[in-house]
């Protein structure tokens, strides 16, 4: 090697190492601050890159990831681009109680989600089986994360009870079990009799059921809150109460404009992480991605349970009722949870009467003992793909990555998407480093 002076080169590995590092420790923003947010806010922060996270709310765990369903259920790893889905959709089209409602208007959003959603039909089953794998894959990081940094969310391993009430739905859970096998997910078959005893507060007739033992449920809000809280203690800069108004990348740096108590900002990163729920569409529109995520609305109840008697009549094993599509967690000792229907009616959380009313009527009717005087109703919006897969990995522009779209399974897919992401952006500061080091030594020689 030889120096400009003339003199002998030395291999300066000083300035080699530094500017590797560089590389490594990619400043990657992360939008949204819900669960695939922190988890992906997490993941990344464990592989040393840094990491500033920007959320619109005041808290994280605000908006989809705040009442959920609460399970963790491998065993509703079902895709919904079931042709049966489309007939059911069709009947209950004007019932205002249906489990699930589309508001007939036509939107250029929601016709091109229809028409993606029904090409997806014949991947049901191989889309099912990913679904599986994906939900089993993400237990071990749920679990050991939460051990790890100490969150309390009312995890509760009980297992999960779906319940049909007739031979017609009891047949088709049987199609499905063969999926979630192929998936690496058992689930046995169970009598009426065994639906009283594994879950004996349940009232009502049915003609059998299948039970998952392996599967759990737990308070995602909790969740989400615990995890942010020690990516703050990891070194995460939280920007809370930051709205995102527009983003843009070119390869090699990311740009956000953020407006914050009335001001506007331009923030620049090495990177970016879109985990933005139903807001991600449009910010990848930004970016130059498609991404046909639209806001499928479902609502929850939370039932306090005020004394000893409605706190026994409830129960603690997870279900889910085929006819009615609500399923159910029981979180500590003083709350129930009661969530399900979907609405295709855009950007909108307004809380309907009459969709909330029926899952008051479903707990009075099957769990007779409970005071049902104090319920807490909740909307939200589930960013779902047409396929029903969730997006996870690079975006056209090298520096953007995607951890969006989980739709009715967010919770449960969330942490091995997390992981799936760390790698994805792994690899691609890993090739920047190459050619960092690569250029490095072509400067030294
Ligand atoms: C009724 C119902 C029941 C469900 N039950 C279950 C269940 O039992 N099990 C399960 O696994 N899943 C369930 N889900 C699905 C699960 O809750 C969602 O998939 C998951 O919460 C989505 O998380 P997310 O991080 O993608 O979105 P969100 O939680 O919505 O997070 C996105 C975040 O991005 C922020 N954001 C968006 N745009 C901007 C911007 N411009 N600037 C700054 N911040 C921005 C938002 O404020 C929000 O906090 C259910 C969903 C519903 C609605």
Known sequence: MQSTSGGPRVFQFE???????????????VIGGGITGVTSAYALIQQG????????????????SYANGGQLSASNAEVWTHPSTLIKGI????????????????????LSWMAEFIAAIPKYRDNTVATAQLAIASR???????????????HKRKGILHFYRDKKGFDHAAQVSKLLARGGLPRRAVTPDEIKAIEPTLHGQFYGGYFTESDSTGDIHKFTYGLAKACERLGVKFLNEHEVLSVGANGQSAFVQVKHAGDTDSLTFDGIVVCAGVHGRRLAA????????????????????PDGASQAAAPEVSLLDDETKLV??????????????????????????DRIQPLI???????????????????????MMPNMLPRVGQGKKANVFYNTGHGHLGWTLSAITAHQLAGHVMAWAQETQTSVSG??????A
């Open 91 to 110: 009947k209950w089209m004007f019932k205002n109680d249906a489990p699930l409602l589309m508001n007939p208007t036509p939107t250029w959003h929601k």
């Open 439 to 444: 250029r490095t030594a072509l400067q030294q």
């Open 140 to 154: 071990e990081h749920h679990f050991a994360w939460a051990e790890a940094e100490g969150i309390e969310f009312d």
């Open 328 to 353: 159910t967690s029981r979180l500590g000792v003083d709350r129930f949870r009661v969530a399900g229907t979907a609405e295709y009616n855009g950007i909108n959380l307004d809380i309907r009467a």
């Open 361 to 383: 009527q479903w707990v009075n009717q099957c769990f007779p003992g409970i005071d049902t005087r104090k319920v807490v109703p909740w909307a939200g919006l589930r960013p």
């Open 15 to 29: 300035t080699f190492f530094k500017e590797r590092d560089r590389a490594m420790k990619k400043h990657m923003v």
């Open 49 to 64: 890159f840094e990491v500033t996270l920007i959320e619109k709310n005041r808290y994280p765990g605000m908006e989809t």
């Open 286 to 305: 930004q970016l130059g991605d498609r991404l046909n995520i639209y806001p499928v609305k479902g609502y929850s109840i939370t039932v306090n349970l």
